[in-house]
């Protein structure tokens, strides 16, 4: 089962930077975060995972408190493009993915 | 990232027959794939994880015989749906991972049957 829990939805204006919660209170200390997006009809899209620090790429930041126990998917800016469903996990390396709910973002012009 | 490929995109079969599924990691070698499937406006469900040259393991509820996995190589996974029924129309989805932390999923199969 899914250990994360999402809000299922979130609108973010166009420019704007899209702050994507997540909440995995039963985290253990081996598993990684990881975030993946889907957009209709298509096999999800690697985003970032981090373990206890903050991680940044080209895509993305990703924000995890010092607990563990949540994080903070990050979009500095925001296209059309970015509309997607966005699916937390919370897995060990190399692990299966028990996918949640996940958060269908709007991003609007 | 890394490229994971799925044929056919997709395929309608009638009621009874078996459609076969591949799933090929392009540009490293996968030592663990995954089989996944989605229902409509649903997640992604686990199915299966598949190693290679060992025998699939299989999520509780998922029929082994009737969802057959192969894992010959380190590039290449198949997922054969025996008598498939329509119930079994859904959107089918592999992913692969090596030695990085991350999976790489396919663009998926949406399977029709009729």
Known sequence: DAK?????????????????????????????????????????????????????????????????????????????????????????????????????????? | GAVVSQHPSRVICKSGTSVKIECRSLDFQATTMFWYRQFPKKSLMLMATSNEGSKATYEQGVEKDKFLINHASLTLSTLTVTSAHPEDSSFYICSASGRSYEQYFGPGTRLTVT
């Open chain 1, 4 to 109: 994360t829990t999402q809000p299922p939805s979130m609108d973010c204006a166009e420019g704007r930077a899209a702050n994507l919660p997540c909440n995995h209170s039963t985290i253990s200390g081996n598993e990684y975060v990881y975030w993946y997006r889907q957009i209709h009809s298509q096999g999800p899209q690697y985003i970032i995972h981090g373990l206890k620090n903050n991680e940044t790429n080209e895509m993305a930041s990703l924000i995890i408190t010092e607990d563990r126990k949540s994080s903070t998917l990050i979009l500095p800016h925001a296209t059309l493009r970015d509309t997607a469903v966005y699916y937390c996990i919370v897995s060990q390396a190399g692990n299966q993915f028990y996918f949640g709910t996940g958060t269908s973002l709007t991003v609007i012009p």
